[in-house]
């Protein structure tokens, strides 16, 4: 009987270990959320913008344009520019996230086979895949605020250009 309530105590201790990469998987999960509708945002934005500027174009080369239409145009345009660079930034971060939910679930895997085997050489393949994890979370949070800023700067100009 302690035989059984050893392997019970073990399995417990197993599934509490691999539950913290679990977590930070849910974590980035949220975080990849939030991120991918940036993403579809900033695209839409591109294209909406994009349209805008071929209007402009038709207009100005059938010689009916005013200097708003040139204007708009240049600003449009550094718009896109400006979008463009955001769209990267919100790349980055998704490919962090990613990247972080890769290595939490490497150390989960980890986890379980080290316990199962009791293999304790595996401990610094777990820690170091862990902490690469936590590693990616942060380098996913710097170019989700470089984003965030970038996104500010974009509206600060147009708001600007329309005064």
């Known amino acids: ?10 399995a417990v201790q197993i599934i509490q270990l691999m539950l913290a990469p ?21 695209v839409s934005r591109i294209r909406s913008l994009n349209e805008e500027k071929r209007g402009l174009l038709i207009t100005i080369g059938e010689n009916r344009h005013t200097t708003d239409d040139n204007v708009r145009l240049e600003s449009a ?4 520019s400006s979008l463009v660079y955001r769209a990267k930034l919100v790349r980055n971060a998704v490919l962090g996230y990613t990247t972080a939910v890769a290595l939490f679930v490497i150390t ?18 777990i820690i170091i ?3 690469s994890g936590m590693l ?8 989700a605020g470089l984003e965030t800023k970038k996104g500010y700067d974009i509206i600060s100009y147009e708001v600007k250009a329309h005064e």
């Open 22 to 42: 679990a977590i930070m998987i849910s974590a980035c999960g949220l975080l990849l959320l939030g991120m991918n509708n940036k993403y579809s945002l900033v």
């Open 129 to 131: 895949s862990f902490l």
């Open 136 to 143: 990616f979370v942060l380098i996913g949070v710097f170019y």
């Open 77 to 80: 345009t550094i718009q896109i």
């Open 108 to 125: 989960s895997l980890l986890l379980g086979v080290s316990s199962v085997l009791s293999l304790e050489k595996l401990n610094y393949f």
């Open 1 to 10: 009987m302690d035989l059984f309530k050893d392997l019970t105590l073990n």
